[in-house]
């Protein structure tokens, strides 16, 4: 069973300042997605990255896929109140299948 | 286009009964997914389909069965329900490279 390892589990900081999440793992994957998850909703897509060193930014979030494709950061700039949320990570797999981490619950206080 | 459907959005079973959780799509995808999410926890993959008549099991599916008639439909269901079933359960379509979560169906077993 593939395993994503995501850290921290819970993250509570101030409006302004920056944040990193981390997903590691010790399984190859073809692709990494990130998800936000608001309460009573499902997931949503934050971004795809299918290239092992990719770099891709989306406004304050910065997204990274490790070398190996094993492991990926979230950073976030600047968290402003609306970033709150859980923020999911999750690998491809053969067949088309997604293992997802645990999740960062993330709470940006005014 | 409604996107990814699905029906009840809260129930409440006894332990024993059965019940179907029903999911449509309206986007000619393909691929169709069944997760369970755990309070604060990542997705689970019970169950997923590439295409109309073939189903696959994925991490959890003990308890569960589903069927994929057509392209637009996968029914979950839950045949003997028990008190390990209570979770949110969230059906998922895909396209390349994204998946497209419904909003949930919140299930109680009591």
């Known amino acids: 069973t593939q395993l994503l390892e995501q850290s921290p589990q819970f993250l509570s900081i101030q409006e302004g300042e920056n944040l990193t999440v981390y997903c590691n793992s010790s399984s190859v994957f073809s692709s990494l997605q990130w998800y936000r998850q608001e309460p009573g909703e499902g997931p949503v897509l934050l971004v795809t990255i299918v290239t092992g060193g990719e770099v891709k930014k989306l406004k304050r979030l910065t997204f990274q896929f490790g070398d190996a494709r094993k492991d990926s950061s979230l950073h976030i700039t600047a968290a402003q109140p609306g970033d709150t949320g859980l923020y999911l990570c999750a690998g491809e797999t053969s067949g088309s299948r997604l293992t997802f981490g645990e999740g960062t619950q993330l709470t940006v206080n005014p | 286009n409604a996107g990814v459907t699905q029906t009840p959005k809260f129930r409440i079973l006894k332990i024993g009964q059965s019940m179907t959780l029903q999911c449509a799509q309206d986007m000619n995808h393909n691929y169709m997914y069944w997760y369970r999410q755990d309070p604060g926890m990542g997705l689970k993959l019970i169950y997923y389909?590439?295409?109309?008549?073939?189903?696959d099991k994925g991490e959890v599916p003990n308890g569960y069965n589903v069927s994929r008639s057509t392209t637009e439909d996968f029914p979950l269901r839950l045949e003997l329900a028990a008190p390990s079933q209570t979770s949110v359960y969230f059906c998922?379509?895909?396209?390349?490279?994204?998946?497209?979560f419904g909003p949930g169906t919140r299930l109680l077993v009591l």
């Open positions: 389909s590439v295409g109309a008549g073939i189903t």
């Open positions: 998922a379509s895909r396209m390349v490279g994204t998946q497209y």
